[in-house]
Nanobody, 117 residues
Framework: QVQLVESGGGLVQAGGSLRLSCTSS????????VGWYRQAPGKERELVAH???????NYADSVKGRFTIARDNTVNTVYLQMNSLKPEDTAVYYC???????????WGEGTQVTVSS
């Protein structure tokens, strides 16, 4: 069982920045896909950013140019740098890991991000 723990959420004014971190309880492997999702009140969970095992990075159109995802396998951590935040970015942000070796998907508990106007 893999545990993912997110941190770095909080309250920020529009235009501000936050950096989210997600630390895994086991080593993040090269063949793992990692990503960030978010869920706003009354809405479905949606992809924010994702890194495949092959290194391809995907972003939701709504965050392109503002958010940057990165992985550091040496410290078992995935980051999400969020700049130029907007009120519509307000949501609970979840870390996700897809372990291709065992075909298991893991989720963190989530961290709240609130952007005030």
């Amino acid at each position: 069982q893999v545990q993912l723990v997110e941190s770095g959420g909080g309250l920020v004014q529009a235009g501000g920045s936050l950096r989210l971190s997600c630390t895994s309880s086991r080593r993040i492997l090269r063949i793992d896909d990692v990503g960030w999702y978010r869920q706003a009140p009354g809405k479905e969970r949606e992809l924010v950013a994702h890194i495949t095992s092959g290194g391809r990075i995907n972003y939701a159109d709504s965050v392109k140019g503002r958010f940057t995802i990165a992985r550091d396998n040496t410290v078992n951590t995935v980051y999400l740098q969020m700049n130029s935040l907007k009120p519509e970015d307000t949501a609970v942000y979840y870390c996700n890991l897809l372990a291709w070796a065992t075909i298991n998907m893991y989720w963190g508990e989530g961290t709240q991000v609130t952007v005030s106007s």
